[in-house]
Each structure stands twice: as C-alpha cells, then as structure tokens.
C-alpha cells in the first residue's frame, strides 16, 4: 500500500509563489509516474502536471506552463510543484497522485491519491 503525504499549501497574495510536496512510502517511488490535479470551487478536477519514473519527461497543463514546474526527487521519494507567478485562478484544492502504469493522461490511470492541500491566491 503506498501512502502519499503533501506539504506546503497556504494562503499567498497573486504574483507570489508556493512549493507543494508529496512525499511517497509503502512503496517504490521510482516505479510510479507521478501527477499532480487542482479542483476549484464548482470546476472538475483537472490534471495540470504529471512527470515519468525517471524524470526526463514532464507534462504540464496550457493553464499553468511557464508558472507551474513539477520535479521528483527519487533519492528523497517526493515530488515537487513549484508554483511561480500565481493568480487568483489558482485557488484549488491540489492533489498529488501515484500512477504503478506509468501512464498519465486521465484521472482513473492514478491509483493512490495524496490528502489534499488548499492553496488561495488573493488579489
């Protein structure tokens, strides 16, 4: 069983930045690609980054590239969003997500989901 632990949300005035955290146990994080989804008041939750077991390839969302960077760190079994530039449109709930397949793309191809962080951008 894989557990998945965020840290780092809070509340930030827009244009400043965040780094979210989700550290990985219970299993072999470098197994897993790894994704992080937003979900805002009355919108769907939406996938805005994902990256692949070794790192090398990386996915981010139209909304967010340029601001939003997603890293791992396999040594520390944690991967990273780090959050530049925000804007009041960020305010979500972000949620990390491990996928065993390694593939990406939808919600339903990540099996462990981490807790939850709220981040609110004010203006």
């Known amino acids: 069983q894989v557990q998945l632990v965020q840290s780092g949300g809070g509340l930030v005035q827009a244009g400043g930045s965040l780094r979210l955290s989700c550290a990985a146990s219970?299993?072999?994080?470098?197994?897993?690609?790894m994704g992080w989804f937003r979900q805002a008041p009355e919108k769907e939750r939406e996938l805005i980054a994902a990256?692949?077991?070794?790192?090398?390839?990386?996915y981010h969302a139209d909304s967010v590239k340029g601001r939003f960077t997603i890293s791992r760190d396999n040594g520390k079994n944690t991967v990273y969003l780090q959050m530049n530039s925000l804007k009041p449109e960020d305010t979500a709930v972000y949620s990390c997500?491990?996928?065993?397949?390694?593939?990406?793309?939808?919600?339903?191809?990540?099996?462990?989901w981490g807790q939850g962080t709220q981040v609110t951008v004010s203006s």
């Open positions: 219970g299993g072999t994080f470098s197994s897993y690609a």
């Open positions: 990256i692949s077991r070794s790192g090398y390839s990386t």
């Open positions: 997500a491990a996928s065993i397949t390694g593939r990406t793309v939808i919600r339903d191809e990540y099996e462990y």
